[in-house]
């Protein structure tokens, strides 16, 4: 104990023992804090830049990737680099689903959940800042859906607006919200990984501590230097080849509050809560179903009252785990289509699985190994 509390951090870090079972599905947490130091600071430099005027501020966009010196790299990075983030945050948590992680690491995983809607947060906010079409109408839809709360819906609105419609004061909210925001996920991330080195990581084996451990340097560290490289290929394919591929086409349009797009949908990574929302044709209950899609990753460590059989051992959780996976990307797709049938039909039935599969088949692992026994 005396030797560890005088112990260089860094040091501390290199010798963390690891389960020398873990695979490249650990590579997930890594990847993600590079990628938030990459937000912040290419978020910085156009900040510089960027002005939040609703006369200007689509002009101060296209003058950064114009005129501004590699500007058009940062801002490629930097929306692509929102895309690869959620890329890595949905395997990383799809990584914690599979292994049970918020059995084994109650405080983590509720961590990690609050990292992911802070996230949302931001990137929704960061989503408007262009103000193009899809940006205006994006934030005029998702924000109308807080009147939807009886009796303060319509003044939170106007609260959150600064007035009477999304105007010059939301920009003004939004953009400060959204430059903030990133460091609050960053003092998340260091609590995370706090809580994480309290017990050490999972394996796939599931044990946290009758298993055989390695020191973290140099294998694992070496192994995250790869996920790096591998992760700086694919952002440059994206950032010099394929930098609007992610986007909407409807965003390069200056925003027209007369002229109300075709299909008003938010991004990819916001598709499946969409989905969900439309699919009830209730408003306040296409709130609240919307808000649990998210929240309801809040409740799985109430499972942990009593070991489950690891997954790496338990069929039937595996197959379930793959259908889940299976729905999610349905509900990403029906998210993305017009509101008309047959895609309408489909997302109701879609949309009452997720939630049974969270209720029965992961608030219930206790129960596995009485069924497969």
Same mark, same amino acid.
């Given at each position: 104990?005396?030797?560890?509390?005088?112990?260089?951090?860094?040091?501390? &870090?290199?010798?963390?023992?690891?389960?020398?079972?873990?695979?490249?599905?650990?590579?997930?947490?890594?990847? @993600?804090?590079?990628?938030?130091?990459?937000?912040?600071?290419?978020?910085?430099?156009?900040? $510089?830049?960027?002005?939040?005027?609703?006369?200007?501020?689509?002009?101060?966009?296209?003058?950064?990737?114009?005129?501004?010196?590699?500007?058009?790299?940062?801002?490629?990075?930097?929306?692509?680099?929102?895309?690869?983030?959620?890329?890595?945050?949905?395997?990383? $948590?799809?990584?914690?689903?599979?292994?049970?992680?918020?059995?084994?690491?109650?405080?983590?995983?509720?961590?990690?959940?609050?990292?992911?809607?802070?996230?949302?947060?931001?990137?929704?906010?960061?989503?408007?800042? +262009?103000?193009?079409?899809?940006?205006?109408?994006?934030?005029?839809?998702?924000?109308?859906?807080?009147?939807?709360?009886?009796? =303060?819906?319509?003044?939170?609105?106007?609260?959150?607006?600064?007035?009477?419609?999304?105007?010059?004061?939301? @920009?003004?909210?939004?953009?400060? &919200?959204?430059?903030?925001?990133?460091?609050?996920?960053?003092?998340?991330?260091?609590?995370?990984?706090?809580?994480?080195?309290?017990?050490?990581?999972?394996?796939?084996?599931?044990?946290?501590?009758?298993?055989?451990?390695? *020191?973290?340097? *140099?294998?694992?560290?070496?192994?995250?230097?790869?996920?790096? =490289?591998? =992760?700086?290929?694919?952002?440059?394919?994206?950032?010099?080849?394929?930098?609007?591929?992610?986007?909407?086409?409807?965003?390069?349009?200056?925003?027209?509050?007369?002229?109300?797009? !075709?299909?008003?949908?938010?991004?990819?990574?916001?598709?499946?809560?969409?989905?969900? @929302?439309?699919?009830? +044709?209730?408003?306040?209950?296409? !709130?609240?179903?919307?808000?649990?899609? !998210?929240?309801?990753?809040?409740?799985?460590?109430?499972?942990?009252?009593? $070991?489950?059989? *690891?997954?790496?051992?338990?069929?039937?959780?595996?197959?379930?785990?793959?259908?889940?996976? #299976?729905?999610?990307? $349905? =509900?990403?797709?029906?998210?993305?289509?017009?509101?008309?049938?047959?895609? #309408?039909?489909?997302?109701?039935?879609?949309?009452?699985?997720?939630?049974?599969?969270?209720? !029965?088949?992961?608030?219930? +692992?206790?129960?596995?190994?009485?069924?497969?026994?």
């Amino acid at each position: 104990m005396h030797k560890l509390r005088h112990e260089n951090p860094a040091e501390h &870090l290199l010798a963390l023992p690891s389960p020398v079972s873990i695979s490249i599905w650990w590579n997930g947490g890594s990847i @993600l804090g590079l990628l938030l130091g990459l937000q912040i600071l290419t978020g910085l430099f156009l900040s $510089m830049h960027y002005t939040a005027d609703l006369v200007n501020t689509f002009s101060s966009v296209i003058h950064i990737v114009r005129d501004t010196p590699s500007g058009w790299l940062f801002r490629n990075f930097h929306a692509n680099g929102a895309s690869l983030f959620f890329v890595f945050i949905y395997l990383h $948590m799809a990584r914690g689903l599979y292994y049970q992680s918020y059995i084994t690491q109650p405080r983590t995983w509720l961590i990690g959940v609050t990292i992911f809607i802070v996230s949302m947060a931001t990137a929704f906010l960061g989503y408007v800042l +262009p103000w193009g079409q899809m940006s205006f109408w994006g934030a005029t839809v998702i924000t109308n859906l807080l009147s939807a709360i009886p009796y =303060l819906g319509p003044s939170v609105v106007e609260w959150v607006w600064g007035g009477f419609s999304v105007g010059q004061s939301t @920009l003004n909210r939004f953009f400060s &919200l959204h430059f903030i925001l990133p460091f609050l996920i960053g003092g998340l991330s260091a609590l995370h990984l706090i809580f994480l080195h309290e017990k050490g990581s999972t394996s796939p084996l599931g044990d946290l501590t009758h298993v055989s451990k390695t *020191p973290f340097h *140099p294998y694992f560290s070496w192994k995250d230097l790869a996920g790096f =490289l591998a =992760l700086g290929i694919v952002l440059v394919l994206l950032g010099f080849f394929y930098p609007t591929i992610l986007g909407d086409p409807e965003n390069f349009i200056p925003a027209n509050p007369m002229v109300t797009p !075709v299909h008003i949908q938010p991004e990819w990574y916001f598709l499946f809560a969409y989905a969900i @929302l439309r699919s009830i +044709p209730s408003k306040l209950g296409g !709130v609240v179903a919307l808000g649990m899609s !998210v929240a309801i990753f809040y409740f799985l460590p109430l499972a942990s009252g009593k $070991m489950a059989t *690891p997954a790496a051992f338990t069929p039937p959780y595996q197959v379930a785990f793959w259908f889940f996976i #299976m729905f999610f990307i $349905m =509900l990403t797709w029906l998210g993305a289509c017009p509101i008309e049938e047959p895609y #309408m039909s489909l997302a109701v039935p879609l949309t009452f699985i997720y939630f049974i599969w969270f209720l !029965v088949l992961i608030a219930a +692992p206790v129960y596995w190994k009485k069924f497969i026994s």
